[in-house]
């Protein structure tokens, strides 16, 4: 039988492009590249030179996102800038 409808069929995962996604979160693609580029933001996935994102992924991280008052501290970043600075950086108080 034919499936007729714009849902994935059985076995395969539907993707979303980064405009969908900046459309749902209401930011822009550029603020989605700037999170990439920085480990933030939701899991994607890299497909030759596309990227996609799994709307499971969009909404586990929407999911962490959540706080109960402005002063709650965000959740640590995936890639921390400074744990790739050296040791003589630190000591001098130099921001990585």
């Not at 900046?22 to 497909?47: C, D, M, Y």
């Not at 596309?50 to 709307?55: F, G, I, M, Q």
Request: glycine share 6%.
């Amino acid at each position: 039988m034919k499936n007729t409808t714009n849902e994935p069929q059985h076995g395969t995962r539907k993707l979303l492009k980064e405009a969908n996604v900046a459309i749902w979160l209401n930011v822009s693609k550029r603020t989605l590249q700037g999170w990439r580029l920085r480990g933030e933001g939701p899991h994607f996935e890299k497909l030759g030179r596309s990227v996609r994102y799994l709307p499971a992924a969009v909404e586990a991280w929407i999911s962490e996102q959540e706080r109960s008052s402005t002063s709650a501290s965000s959740p640590p970043p995936v890639c921390n800038a400074q744990e790739n600075a050296s040791s003589s950086d630190l000591d001098r108080g130099d921001e990585a």
